[in-house]
Structure formats: C-alpha cells, structure tokens
C-alpha cells in the first residue's frame, strides 16, 4: 500500500508557521539560560509560560502523559528526558532540548542540542556535524526528491564522520497531530517512499552518537540513554516543502520581540 504524506492548506501553513516561530522563541530563550547551576525544571518553566503567554500550547504536555513542556536530554541520554529539580546543569555538559508548540491546532516540533560553558572539542564536533546532517537533508528536500533521500542525507553525513546513527527513532510528518505518517528514517530503508509535493510539513530529526548506536530506555519509561553512555546530540526543525525547495518553520525570522 502506497504511503500518503498529507499536504497542509495555506490556512494551516500559515498557523504551523505561527506554531514555528514560538518554538523558535522559545529555543533562543533557553539558550540564553544555559549555565551551571539552572536546573531542568527552570528551563521547563520557562519554556510553558512563553508558549503559552504567545497563546499556544505546549503540545508535549500530556503527549502519551509526557508530563513537560520540553524533553530535556543531558549528555548520554538520546531523546525523551523528562524535566526536574533534581536535574542540575553543570559546566562541560551538553544537553538537547525538544519543543512542541500547538497554535490554533497546527503544530511545530524542532530540537537542538548545545553545551554548557566549555565543552570538550570532541563533543563538539559532534554537535556540528548533528546540525550539519540536519542541513544536508533541508538542502535536497523539494518536489521530486523522495523521502529515502532525506534519510540517505542524514546517513551520509554520519558516516563522514564516523559516529554512531541512532535508528529506532526519526523524523515524521507534522501538522495536525505531533507525529503523523509517514515515520522518516534517517538512514535508506532501500524503499524510496513517497515523493515530497509542496505543503508537505515533514520534522527531520537526526540523533547521532559519540560511541555505539545502541540505545535503550530507563526505568522511567521515557528517557532514552545510549548503552555506552557517551554523549548524544538531536537537533530537528519543521520543514514546509515549497514550490521549488523548502523551508524550515522552526528557524528564527528576524529580530526577536521579547
Ligand atoms: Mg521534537
Ligand atoms: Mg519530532
């Protein structure tokens, strides 16, 4: 059965770009709080009241009874940390930090990850070449590209440099619900998917590792750490396929206005 990847009206096009920019905000704001000493939980709290002052609403609250508004990951947890007091934020630690926003109905769902103070070069040319895989895949999606191509962009950054791709989890299509189908791998399936036809809104989310791909989830049901416990990284945008390329939603436009 062939796989259907929905395309958005300008309507929704319009609110999901609303939706982006909050995000967006909202990723400048944390950015700015990063240092020793913050602990997850500000950083939540921090996250919901700017969402919700711009009149959207966290989208990840609630999510299968995710209980935050940001999923905070630090060091060698993937994806998926949960937010606490407890979670303290200490020099040389680099953490990812994913947000969905919900406005008027119409989502946005963008990740990044980023160290606090000094952080070991290693690590970050990790970091670097996360976002970068991120890039390749934004470069060749438009009409006529496939979706395998996004995963075949990802992939190939990844073995450049040698890290470890992360596969149980990836990108998906967005819009009206958080993850809607199709799942978009970020690797070849050797299935090419269905091509991506303008107002298609696709979030690309590669997880690459410092050591092994092998991951597994903790006891709290959620986090998901790598098996070796060396660093992660994650970073994802919203994607609007246009007329002729694309165009991340998630990216900050502008001047902020806070
Ligand atoms: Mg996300
Ligand atoms: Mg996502």
Same mark, same amino acid.
């Not at 944390?30 to 002052?53: N, S, W």
């Given at each position: +059965? #062939?796989?259907?990847?929905? @395309? *958005? $009206?300008?309507?929704?096009? &319009?609110?999901?770009?609303?939706? %982006?920019?909050?995000?967006?905000?909202?990723?400048?704001?944390?950015?700015?709080?990063?240092?020793?000493?913050?602990?997850?939980?500000?950083?939540?709290? +921090? #996250?919901?009241?700017?969402? @919700? *002052? $711009?009149?959207?609403?966290? &989208?990840?609250?609630?999510?299968? %009874?995710?209980?935050?508004?940001?999923?905070?990951?630090?060091?060698?947890?993937?994806?998926?940390?949960?937010?606490?007091?407890?979670?303290?934020?200490?020099?040389?630690?680099?953490?990812?930090?994913?947000?969905?926003?919900?406005?008027?109905?119409?989502?946005?769902?963008?990740?990044?990850?980023?160290?606090?103070?000094?952080?070991?070069?290693?690590?970050?040319?990790?970091?670097?070449?996360?976002?970068?895989?991120?890039?390749?895949?934004?470069?060749?999606?438009?009409?006529?590209?496939?979706?395998?191509?996004?995963?075949?962009?990802?992939?190939?950054?990844?073995?450049?440099?040698?890290?470890?791709?992360?596969?149980?989890?990836?990108?998906?299509?967005?819009?009206?619900?958080?993850?809607?189908?199709?799942?978009?791998?970020?690797?070849?399936?050797?299935?090419?998917?269905?091509?991506?036809?303008?107002?298609?809104?696709?979030?690309?989310?590669?997880?690459?590792?410092?050591?092994?791909?092998?991951?597994?989830?903790?006891?709290?049901?959620?986090?998901?750490?790598?098996?070796?416990?060396?660093?992660?990284?994650?970073?994802?945008?919203?994607?609007?396929?246009?007329?002729?390329?694309?165009?991340?939603?998630?990216?900050?436009?502008?001047?902020?206005?806070?």
């Amino acid at each position: +059965m #062939a796989v259907v990847l929905g @395309r *958005k $009206s300008r309507h929704d096009i &319009t609110l999901m770009r609303k939706a %982006g920019q909050i995000v967006a905000e909202v990723h400048a704001l944390v950015k700015e709080a990063l240092r020793p000493g913050v602990t997850t939980l500000q950083l939540d709290e +921090m #996250a919901e009241a700017h969402i @919700r *002052k $711009s009149g959207g609403l966290p &989208t990840f609250k609630g999510y299968h %009874g995710f209980p935050a508004t940001l999923c905070t990951s630090i060091n060698d947890e993937v994806v998926h940390g949960i937010p606490s007091a407890e979670r303290i934020l200490h020099e040389g630690d680099v953490i990812s930090v994913d947000t969905g926003c919900t406005y008027k109905g119409l989502i946005a769902d963008s990740a990044f990850t980023a160290g606090i103070g000094a952080i070991d070069p290693k690590v970050q040319a990790l970091l670097d070449a996360t976002r970068e895989s991120l890039y390749a895949a934004i470069a060749i999606m438009k009409p006529g590209a496939y979706l395998e191509d996004i995963g075949g962009a990802v992939e190939d950054t990844c073995a450049k440099y040698g890290y470890g791709l992360v596969k149980q989890y990836g990108g998906h299509s967005v819009g009206h619900k958080l993850h809607e189908p199709p799942f978009v791998p970020n690797y070849r399936t050797g299935e090419r998917g269905p091509e991506l036809k303008s107002g298609a809104t696709i979030a690309v989310e590669p997880m690459f590792n410092l050591g092994t791909e092998a991951v597994y989830t903790a006891d709290d049901d959620w986090t998901v750490l790598t098996e070796d416990h060396q660093p992660s990284a994650h970073f994802e945008h919203t994607i609007l396929i246009t007329e002729d390329g694309s165009e991340p939603l998630t990216e900050m436009l502008g001047t902020p206005v806070w």
